[in-house]
């Protein structure tokens, strides 16, 4: 019997990026009720944007940052 194991821990970030050709902050949040921020690119952690807080926290430490709510389907 054969495994293969694949992680990928940019793929939220990777579905809404693969189009871009230059970098803005981004980042993705999760469903409501109790949306969080779910995985940032490089603009958006080095403006101090982290997993975890609420997306008007995120947007408060940086106000152009393009919020994408995260598509399980897609």
Not at 6 to 28: E, G, K, N, S, Y
Not at 30 to 39: E, K
């Amino acid at each position: 019997m054969l495994w293969l194991a694949i992680v990928l821990p940019d793929l939220p970030l990777q579905v809404f990026t693969r189009a871009m050709h230059a970098p803005q902050a981004l980042a993705v949040v999760g469903l409501p009720p109790r949306a969080r921020v779910i995985a940032a690119n490089g603009p958006a952690r080095a403006a101090g944007v982290a997993r975890r807080p609420r997306p008007a926290s995120a947007r408060g430490l940086h106000p152009e940052l393009h919020l994408h709510q995260r598509e399980p389907p897609r």
